[in-house]
């Protein structure tokens, strides 16, 4: 599968394989806990262990149902982990104490009204340390990084999201086709959003595709490389207008916003369509102040598509068979707090961000690596075959 980088520096060389000691990650509540209710909330750091194989072990101990425990998000198996759950108070409090593992650790205990769900969180906090690391790769990962700080990165679905082989999504064309039948819904439900999440990763692709032709083509020859690029006759008569496709250069994001995009208000907020009346470049310099960002639609019954130019790209990765409810996705995002320490006598390198929820943090390294870290890692990771959201 290959995808498109945003970035044009030369592939850095490092060595990464997640591992409890090299890949931390912390998440980040999206309210903080009142002191009181019904529910017990647990802080509990985990490593070498999938958020579903620590359920099991909690619920057996407990005595309690694995589905009265809440969780936010999944998270990796191959990496120290930093997470919430609720559990019922009257049944796990008096319990709680006596528990005791060697790869989970209850790091603390509060109350609150109400039941973790999933999604319930603001996003991530990682720590990466980068093995293998010559100074000259270091002090090239420093410039990506502060670039990347400014104007963000593309939000694709990483490769855990495609599960060992990379064809989950293969699997789920199939259900949608009919020509497969999984019996477990959960199963099932992963499959298709796999597929949906290819879709996704296709169309962010071609956008990024589309934003560097943009910037190195001259206006006037725009339409005739849009064509030989889409390999298509007819393109919407906007990328005939010179005026516009200068207008499309000025816009000072790279990723360039086009009429009928949706966007939405970040990190937070409504989903908005920009019609004809809208400014492109005022947009587009919204987008660089982080004040809003793209959305890519995951096709299914209630999300709404991309209008006019936007509708134009986008046409190509709908699914009208998707019977999910379906919904659209930030395209870009913004790393938080980013920062990179280079330890030269062990040659290695440390980073430290926050992502929003949704977001991988292996995407970030591929983005800053400029190259796919996939065979590092690939066979060490949980398939996440479970896994039934849009990423953790």
Not at 8 to 27: A, L, M, N
Request: glycine residues 6%.
């Amino acid at each position: 599968m290959n995808l498109s980088f945003a970035s044009t520096h030369s592939p850095i060389g490092f060595y990464f394989k997640q591992s409890p000691r090299d890949f931390v990650v912390e998440e980040i509540p999206l309210y903080s806990f009142g002191g009181e209710g019904a529910h017990l909330i647990l802080k509990i750091r985990k490593k070498s262990l999938t958020t579903f194989e620590m359920l099991k072990i909690l619920s057996a101990h407990l005595g309690i149902k694995e589905s009265e425990i809440g969780y936010a998000g999944l998270k990796d198996k191959n990496a120290l982990s930093i997470q919430y759950i609720s559990l019922p108070r009257h049944l796990a409090a008096p319990k709680i104490e006596s528990f005791s593992h060697s790869n989970i650790k209850i790091l603390s205990a509060t109350y609150h009204n109400n039941k973790i769900k999933l999604g319930h969180l603001k996003g991530n906090q990682f720590f990466i340390r980068l093995k293998k690391l010559n100074s000259f790769n270091a002090q090239k990962i420093l410039e990506v990084c502060s670039r990347v700080a400014q104007v963000g990165i593309p939000n694709y679905f990483s490769y855990q999201r495609f599960g060992k082989e990379s064809d989950n999504y293969r699997l789920g064309l199939e259900i949608i086709e009919g020509k497969r039948k999984i019996r477990n819904k959960k199963i099932q439900n992963f499959l298709i959003s796999a597929y949906q999440s290819y879709l996704f990763n296709q169309w962010l692709s071609l956008r990024i595709d589309i934003s560097h032709l943009i910037a190195t083509t001259a206006p006037n020859l725009l339409s005739k490389a849009l064509k030989f690029y889409l390999s298509c006759d007819e393109i919407p008569l906007e990328f005939h207008d010179i005026a516009y496709c200068k207008m499309l250069q000025k816009q000072p994001h790279f990723f360039k916003i086009f009429y009928g995009d949706f966007l939405c208000h970040y990190p937070f907020g409504k989903n908005f369509i920009l019609d004809e009346t809208s400014d492109l470049i005022a947009e587009s310099g919204r987008f660089m102040r982080k004040e809003t960002a793209i959305t890519g639609l995951l096709s299914g019954k209630k999300a709404k598509a991309s209008e006019k130019e936007a509708g134009f790209l986008e046409s190509k990765f709908l699914d009208s068979r998707i019977k999910s409810v379906g919904q659209r996705r930030y395209a870009w995002i913004f790393p938080e707090n980013l920062s990179f320490y280079y330890k030269e006598q062990e040659a290695q390198g440390e980073m430290n961000f926050f992502l929003p929820k949704g977001a991988y943090a292996t995407n970030l390294l591929r983005e800053i690596a400029h190259r796919e870290i996939i065979e590092e890692t690939k066979e060490e990771l949980e398939s996440c075959e479970n896994e039934i959201l849009f990423g953790d």
